[in-house]
Each structure stands twice: as C-alpha cells, then as structure tokens.
C-alpha cells in the first residue's frame, strides 16, 4: 500500500511563494510512475498542478507554468511543490499522488492520493 | 484544455438504487476516463480507469461504460458507504481535467 503525505505551511502570504513537500513511503519514488499535484478549491473544482517522472521530467499546467516548480528528491523518498507569487485565488486543499499509466493510454490517472492539506493565501 | 462536463450535478437517491452518472468530454478522449469518489474531508478515492476497468479492491457493483466523448458509471446497487461525490477525469492529453462532480445524496 503506498502511503503519500503532504507537509507544508498552511497560511501563505500574497505575493510569497507556497512550498509543499509530499512523502511517499513504503514505496520507492525512483520507480516508474508520475508523482503530481492536484488541488481543490470550491470555485475551481479538482485541478492539476502538475507532475515529475522518476526521471525528474516535469510537465505543468499551462495555466500555472510560469509559477509553478516540481522537483524531486530521491534521497528522502519525497517530491516538492514550489508555487509562486500566490493570491487569494490559489488558496485550496492541495493533494500530492500517484499517477499511473497503462499501455496504450498517452498519460496517466491518479492511483494513490495524500489526504490533502488546505493552504489559505492571506496577510 | 479538453472540458469535462458531469451530470447532473446531484441526485438523490435510496439505498439499493441503480445510479449512473455521465462524463461529457468536449472531444474524443479514446477512453481514457477515469472515475474518483470523494466523501467529506477525504482525498478523492481511485474507482475505474481505461473508461470500464476496475481497479482492484472496488465493488462489483461499480462499472463503467462509453467511448468517444460520452461515458457512464454505474452504481448497480446503492449502499449505505457509497454516498459521496464522484468525478471523472480524462488522461487523453494534459492538461489533465476533472469534471465538476456529481454529489449522490440519500433521498
């Protein structure tokens, strides 16, 4: 059973960069899946941040791009979320997982989720 | 962005009702759809992928269907444990989208 948790400050200021780490255990990260981030926000619904391959490829939303940094770190078994310049807008209940692809498919779903942690964009 | 479009939005249903719920995508998506339930303050919870397969561990009683830009999940037989929110989510191309949920409700 993999096992992600997500670690990070809840309160953020506006302007300020949010940082999220995502533990994964027992399972190794340096193995062939995505590790992504999802959040969710009563006004945007469920939304992917986006995500890293084992081989530290990174793939964005385009809608987030230029204020968004994954990174991984397989020392520690864990991967991180940079999100710059935030406002009240990107306050949510941010989810790291799992994203799993199948043969024949072109991306992948999410197969395993943390239990979330709410970050509130405030002063 | 290709749109995922659920409905209805919420129903209301009895335990031991048949449920289906629809996934609209705004273009062929080759079935790659997948289907997440969510209760309250939980992380939403992996059900179905490749539009019809079911993962392990989930109840016979889910199931799913379609191809193209329609797709359906089915709940064959409401239990007590399966009101919550359910959405899709198409792996087709990123950027990855979900549809806005559809909330069962006990009637």
């Known amino acids: 059973q993999v096992q992600l948790q997500e670690s990070g400050p809840g309160l953020v200021k506006p302007s300020e960069t949010l940082s999220l780490t995502c533990t994964v255990s027992p399972y190794s990260i340096n193995s062939a899946y995505y590790w992504g981030w999802i959040r969710q926000s009563p006004g945007r619904g469920l939304e992917w941040i986006g995500s890293i391959y084992h081989s530290g490829s990174t793939y964005y939303n385009p809608s987030l791009k230029s204020r968004v940094t994954i990174s991984i770190d397989m020392s520690k078994n864990q991967f991180s979320l940079k999100l710059s310049s935030v406002t009240a807008a990107d306050t949510a209940v941010y989810y790291c997982a799992r994203g799993r692809f199948t043969y024949g498919f072109s991306e992948y779903y999410f197969d395993y989720w943390g239990q979330g942690t709410l970050v509130t964009v405030s002063s | ?107």
């Open chain 2, 1 to 107: 962005d290709i749109q995922m479009t659920q409905s209805p939005s919420s129903l209301s249903a009895s335990g031991g009702d048949r449920v289906t719920i629809t996934c609209r995508a705004s273009q062929d998506i080759s079935k790659s759809l997948a289907w997440y339930q969510q209760k309250p303050g939980k992380a939403p919870k992996f059900l179905l992928f490749a539009a019809s397969r079911l993962e392990s561990g989930v109840p016979s009683r889910f199931s799913g269907s379609g191809s193209g830009t329609d797709y359906t999940l089915t709940i064959s037989s409401l239990q007590p444990e399966d009101f919550a929110t359910y959405y899709c989510q198409q792996y087709y191309t990123t950027p990855l989208t979900f549809g806005g949920g559809t909330k069962v409700e006990i009637k």
